[in-house]
T-cell receptor
């Protein structure tokens, strides 16, 4: 089974703090994604990466950056957290084959005070 | 870009009844349509998918239909059980470089009443 783990299930941070969310997958998948999930808005893509050190902006990249130094690890960075970044963050991964299933981690619920 | 709309946002059914969730998409080039189920405290999990060369697909109590002309697809759950209670998301994608970017609907919260 594919296993996608996220570093924290719940996180509370203060406005202006730098926040790191980490995602690790154990299936040697090329593609990794970061989404945020908000009620009534579904899942929105923040960034994705299709290879080590490669990154592409998704639909809502503003206020976020990412890092992919190793194939199995994809980090989402909030340089200066703001209250409107309070959300559920989901990491997903898929192999390099076209239209393969995306496997999701359990999510990190972030509260920015 | 692609725009996926999903209805209804909430759905309550009696145990044993059927549930239907509908989605429409805007980009006629989209050719892959997965459905995800998200249980409380978990990430979404794929339950069924359909590709544009197929009109219907079944897997036990769940089925998905696709109408390419009308650009809509639906999830059908028959003989619902309490464990079917969850949030369901539809999505659409097309081939795009090395990664399949999924565009998600806004979700349907299904409640199955025992």
């Amino acid at each position: 089974d594919v296993k996608v783990t996220q570093s924290s299930r719940y996180l509370v941070k203060r406005t202006g703090e730098k926040v790191f969310l980490e995602c690790v997958q154990d299936m040697d998948h090329e593609n990794m994604f970061w989404y945020r999930q908000d009620p009534g808005l579904g899942l929105r893509l923040i960034y994705f990466s299709y290879d080590v050190k490669m990154k592409e902006k998704g639909d809502i990249p503003e206020g976020y950056s990412v890092s992919r130094e190793k194939k199995e690890r994809f980090s989402l960075i909030l340089e200066s957290a703001s209250t409107n970044q309070t959300s559920m963050y989901l990491c997903a991964t898929t192999s390099g084959a076209i239209q393969e299933t995306q496997y999701f981690g359990p999510g990190t619920r972030l509260l920015v005070l | 870009g692609e725009n996926v709309e999903q209805h209804p946002s909430t759905l309550s059914v009696q145990e044993g009844d059927s549930a239907v969730i509908k989605c429409t998409y805007s980009d006629s080039a989209s050719n892959y349509f997965p459905w995800y189920k998200q249980e409380l405290g978990k990430g979404p999990q794929l339950i069924i998918d359909i590709r544009s060369n197929v009109g219907e697909k079944k897997d036990q109590r769940i089925a998905v239909t696709l109408n390419k002309t009308a650009k809509h697809f639906s999830l059908h759950i028959t003989e619902t059980q309490p464990e079917d209670s969850a949030v369901y998301f539809c999505a659409a994608s097309k081939m795009a470089g090395g990664a399949n970017n999924l565009f998600f609907g806004t979700g349907t919260r299904l409640t199955v009443i025992p």
